[in-house]
């Protein structure tokens, strides 16, 4: 019989405490996760400054993202496999070194190709630490309270790095120029790093199975390919030749892996664990959380600078203040979560993220900073509730020698949703007959609905036994 894991099985007040090692191997797994998400969107408010420097077009300028979100995104389930099966720890080593050299080249980068270089190698490093890093992470620690305080740190810092980067990107970019945001990543490379070998030990999948080889090809082209698409289409819409040969070969690729898989000895992602309700419920919420959210953040910063005229410093201190309130729900989660346990608050979690979505829709065409600042705010409160619940429902009860594939799993929905909600909802605000105002209304309109909706969704599917 399954466990309900929205069954809390202890005192929800009662403290969690880390011995001195455990700190220091938190601390070391969640500076890592936090330079990735740091990287996300460091360099986004730099990109104009980057392009004259570099002499790189306004549609050219696209690519310093994409180059970053194509090897990130469809490289991590391939990369949580090998791990599980030749060393977690290794294959992290190996990504941090990866992620250093390349911001090194990115800082350093003195023509548009070595910058997109060194950008793809950091997506190719991300691509190793994300995955690696959250094994290490629920391999370390022990399932019950030690693991969601920890998933409750990382996802707080996580959260928190997005929004950082935000803040820090127009200030250094100001001061001391955009070759400043990724010299920060290099230097966070090498404090984590030297910190690493003593602290983490080593874990993989005992039997040590054959690569699913098959598997890995069609599951990263697809991955490779519907990214590609979706990015692209963000920045000259669906109707170009590309966009729509890459969308459906990505479609095609990904249908292929299914059937790969169900024929496959040793599979790449265990189609029986997505069958698992805790799996399939838990990474369809994280996915929902993501995209939606990230695509509020997008709406939002169009809406401040081009609607209400706030400048970029100004439209980093209304996420300055997300960020704070983001810090005060993830050191409550652990309580939340113990108390109404993973999936129940999940599904509120969801539920009010939808809800003060819905708040922005009173938005006015010259007035709103408040109503933005206080109902983005608790919204992102609740999209970290979400996160970190969503994490815990996905691995809670996965094998050790499985939590590569639970957690590539996560991590893959967290990429795949960070890229497709701009350019599906995005592109709308954008290109409104009517004005960027009535778009980021309608846009803000269609992204509540499909969040309330999915946590009706994740409160029927937790009922049902």
Known sequence: MAIDTSVPLRDPTAPVRLAGRARLTLFVL???????????????????????DLGMSTSALQWAVTAFA????????????????????????????LFGVASLL??????????????????????????????????????????????GISGTLMSLGFTVGM????????????RSTMGLLTVFSLVVLPLAPGLLTESRTPDRPRL????????????????????????????????????????????????VESRSAAPLVSLPMLRRRTVALGNLGGLVTFSMMSTVVFVLTLYLQEVLGISAFGTGLVFGVQGGVSILAGAYAPKVIGRLGTRRTLALSLLGQGLFVALLLGLGESSGVVLATVAVSLASMCHLLAIISYGLTVTSGVPDEEQGLATGLVTTTQQVGLTVGIPLLGVVATTWSSGLYDGARAVLGIDAAIVVAAALLMAVGRGRR
């Open 30 to 52: 969640c500076a890592a996760q936090f330079m990735v998400a740091l990287d996300f969107s460091v360099l986004n408010v730099a990109l104009p400054v980057l392009g004259a």
């Open 70 to 97: 194509l090897p990130s995104g469809g490289f991590l389930l391939l990369f949580g496999r090998i791990a599980d099966l030749y060393g977690r720890r290794r294959m992290f080593l190996a990504g941090l070194a």
């Open 106 to 151: 990115a800082t350093f980068a003195w023509d548009p190709a070595s910058f997109l270089a060194g950008r793809a190698l950091q997506g190719l490093g991300a691509a190793v630490i994300v995955p690696t890093g959250m094994s290490l992470l629920t391999t370390t620690f022990p399932e019950g309270p030690q693991r969601e305080k920890a998933l």
């Open 167 to 178: 803040v820090l990107g127009g200030v250094m970019t100001d001061a001391l120029g955009w």
């Open 212 to 259: 699913d080889v098959p598997g890995a090809v069609t599951v990263t082209g697809g991955l490779l390919a519907l990214i590609y698409a979706l990015t692209t289409a963000a920045d000259r819409g669906f109707g170009g030749l590309d966009v729509l040969v890459t969308l459906v070969a990505g479609v095609l690729l990904l249908a292929a892996f299914v059937v």
